[in-house]
């Protein structure tokens, strides 16, 4: 067994040295910092402003008046009156139109009116701030809505009328109020014509120019996302019609010249590639042009008879039912 005792004695020498090493290497060596588990990064709180219309409006599309009114009323409370509580306050205002409400309705667009002028009166204008354009429109359309109901069309009219006379900036606001006028007394009416300040691709056929052909104008944007939606069925049905004439209407959003130029080349590459079932057609670009036409709401669509009669006017996307059936009306 003497053999046997000095294996395990060199055995036993061998691992004690092994060991050894193991430990002068662990006290010349740092030991590891242990990591630090990282938190999940938190995504961004939604502002209370984008919140309460967002509450207002599903309250709204679920038909809870009261609910989209207590939302506002607490935001007041909390927030203050500042422009996200105005916003909330005119789509109150159409949902209480819309639920037939009407006396709540009208007390809601002159509490509106009253904080849109409050504002002007400091000096604010409608083009410096989104928010007080965007509920002064509502509030505007609300009003004629109700006077529609209440008085008739033709007081409708006139109210709409003054409205454009009193507030002719920004270009934006104009066309809304011309897109309730034209919803109200387009149909049935000759079309207006269209003189495009500029155009991209071909150049854009006069209203003149197109007598005898039915004709869809398209008021459109490029970077529109019920436009791109509406795209497709608009080329899959306008295809069918050789003899349709489509005219797409749209914008600049630029100011300078430069962005000008910007904005059509971007324009005529969307139209091209978006739009290519419809063929070469030429983009009428002008305030002009989308202001009669109320262009305010994109995209909005309208079918011309033969004869140059408007037979449709719809300032949303259109199914492919409604829309073979608008041009269908146009054919006649």
């Known amino acids: 067994m003497p053999n046997a005792r000095i294996h395990t004695f060199a055995l036993a020498a061998t691992l004690a040295a092994g060991l050894a090493c193991v430990a002068l290497a662990q006290s010349s060596t740092p030991a590891p910092v242990a990591a630090t588990p990282t938190a999940a990064a938190t995504p961004p709180a939604t502002p209370p402003g984008s919140r309460l219309i967002s509450v207002i409006r599903n ?7 009261r609910s989209a009114e207590s939302a506002a009323e607490v935001y007041l409370q909390t927030q203050g009156d500042d422009g996200s509580y105005l916003l909330g306050l005119s ?16 007390d809601y667009v002159a509490d509106v009116r009253k904080r849109c002028e409050a504002r002007m009166a400091r000096g604010v204008r409608p083009d410096q701030d989104d928010s007080l354009e965007i509920a002064l429109g509502a509030v505007i359309e609300v009003e004629a809505q109700l006077r529609a109901r209440q008085k008739g069309k033709a007081d409708a009219l006139r ?27 387009l149909e ?27 004709v869809l104008v398209y008021l459109w944007d490029k970077g529109c996302g019920d436009c791109r939606a509406q795209g497709p069925t608009l080329c899959r049905v306008a295809s069918k019609y050789a003899d349709l004439a489509v005219v797409p209407i749209t914008r600049f959003a630029g100011k300078t010249a430069e962005e000008h130029e910007h904005d059509k080349a971007r324009m005529d590459s969307v139209w091209t590639a978006e739009y290519a079932p419809l063929g070469k057609t030429g ?25 140059g009669v408007v037979r449709r006017y719809t300032p949303t996307r259109l199914t492919e039912r409604d829309l073979t059936s608008a041009i269908e009306l146009a054919l006649r």
């Open 159 to 185: 109210f709409l009328q003054g409205e454009l006379v009193r507030y002719p900036a920004p270009v934006s606001l104009q066309a809304r109020i011309h897109k309730r006028i034209n919803m109200l007394d």
């Open 91 to 106: 789509w109150v205002a159409r949902g209480a139109l819309l639920t037939g409400e009407l006396d709540r309705a009208t």
């Open 188 to 214: 049935g009416k000759p079309a207006p014509a269209w003189v495009p300040e500029d155009h991209a691709g071909e150049t854009p056929k006069t209203l003149a120019e197109l007598r005898g052909r039915p």
């Open 283 to 307: 983009v009428v670009i002008g305030d002009a042009a989308a202001l009669e036409y109320g262009g305010s709401s994109t995209p909005t669509i309208v079918l011309i008879d033969r004869k």
């Open 59 to 65: 309250k709204l599309s679920a038909n809870d008046l």
